[in-house]
């Protein structure tokens, strides 16, 4: 079907107020977009102000209440849904009322309300030898019904995230020069920078390739945990100390957890044994977007203490608090 042109279209985002949700917002109004963000009663009030100060219009809803996103989907062009209960969840949020009816309905109400095109943050399906868990099974069903509906699909699948999968509280505590590896952490991932996965999404929106496409994204290197753990210490001068949990015990504690967040956490952590690197040249033809390497990334979180000795190094302020903040939250979770 003939589809209008999305260029000069109102944007919004489902998740504005998350990690990379606010970076989709940031992008999409410095590229010219007028932009609206998803926000709820209960999201946190400096986060509203951050998307009122980056010129989004906050519109109320929440993906759990059908007839909330209808109303705020009234005169947009596109959607772009991060949105997830994984690490932010207010009370009623879990995998199964966000990840699938709350993307669900979030599917629902786009076609309802007539809009052109949706964008969906999802992650690459997990080779058949890792457990299935139930993050993953939502982001299966919801992009089955994305692509059953009228309007233009995109289907973003980023493979793991390098601020939070190499971040401190999922034990890759680069500040105190220890890092938690679960399983070998001998396999190659293609670790991609937050920042990075906006752009893709914010590119989706006019780039005729994104149009009714699944597109796996990765980031400029394949490198293991353990290559990621060998550039630190080179960017730090400091030697790590490593802790293991072995891929048995991750296994038997999928099968332990009390509920769909805790098997998630564990199946993403068996899965960095397991997933396969991702191959950005024929993605990168299409959206010419500049990848951040993990020595990058290391670089900009590792400033070595000139005054206090190469064993000593501090974090570089002003990066994303988000990030940090939310990293803290998953914390909190696995304690
Ligand atoms: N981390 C990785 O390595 C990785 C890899 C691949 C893909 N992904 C995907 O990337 C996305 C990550 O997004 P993110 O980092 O921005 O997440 P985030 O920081 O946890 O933000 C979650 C967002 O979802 C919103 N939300 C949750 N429940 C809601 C509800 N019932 N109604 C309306 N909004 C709701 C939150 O709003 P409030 O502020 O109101 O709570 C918040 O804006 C996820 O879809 C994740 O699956 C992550």
Redesign the pocket.
């Known amino acids: 079907m003939a589809r209008k042109s999305t260029k000069n279209s109102t944007v919004l985002v489902?998740?504005?107020?998350?990690?990379?949700?606010?970076?989709?917002c940031r992008q999409l109004a410095a590229a010219g977009k007028k932009v609206k963000?998803?926000?709820?009663t209960?999201?946190?009030e400096e986060?509203v102000i951050g998307l009122h100060e980056l010129g989004v219009e906050a519109v109320t809803?929440?993906?759990?209440?059908p007839q909330s996103l209808y109303r705020a989907f009234q005169n947009v062009d596109a959607i772009i849904?991060?949105?997830?209960?994984?690490?932010?969840?207010?009370e009623?949020?879990s995998i199964e009322?966000?990840?699938v009816a709350?993307q669900l309905n979030v599917a629902e109400a786009a076609d309802a309300a007539g809009a052109q095109h949706a964008v969906?943050?999802?992650?690459?399906p997990y080779p058949p030898i890792t457990p299935g868990f139930p993050?993953q099974a939502a982001?299966r069903a919801v992009e089955s019904r994305l692509r059953s509906k009228k309007f233009t699909y995109t289907i973003?699948?980023?493979?793991?995230?390098?601020?939070?999968?190499l971040g401190p509280t999922l034990g890759f505590d680069y500040a105190r020069a220890k890092a938690v590896i679960y399983g070998e952490g001998k396999n190659k991932i293609s670790w991609?920078a937050?920042k990075d996965?906006a752009s893709f999404a914010v590119a989706s929106i006019d780039n005729p390739a994104a149009q009714n496409a699944v597109i796996q994204?990765g980031g400029p290197d394949d490198l293991s945990v353990l290559d990621a753990v060998g550039i630190f210490e080179q960017e730090s001068g400091q030697t790590f100390e490593l802790q293991n949990i072995p891929n048995e015990a991750l296994r038997a504690q999928i099968a332990a957890a009390p509920d769909s967040l805790g098997k998630t956490f564990r199946g993403?952590m068996i899965g960095l044994n397991a997933v396969g690197t991702i191959d950005m040249k024929e993605t990168l033809r299409n959206f010419p977007i500049q990848l951040t390497s993990v020595r990058e990334y290391a670089r900009q979180m590792t400033v070595p203490s000139v005054s206090e000795g190469q064993h000593n190094f501090i974090l570089r302020a002003g990066r994303v608090p988000?990030?940090d903040e939310?990293i803290e939250?998953v914390g909190q979770l696995l304690r």
């Open positions: 489902v998740g504005a107020t998350g990690v990379l949700g606010m970076e989709i963000g998803l926000v709820r209960s999201s946190q986060k809803g929440d993906m759990k209440d849904s991060t949105a997830t209960s994984t690490i932010s969840h207010q009623g949020d009322t966000v990840d709350g969906f943050i999802s992650f690459p993050l982001k973003l699948q980023p493979t793991y995230f390098m601020e939070i999968w991609i937050i996965v994204l993403l988000e990030v939310a939250q």
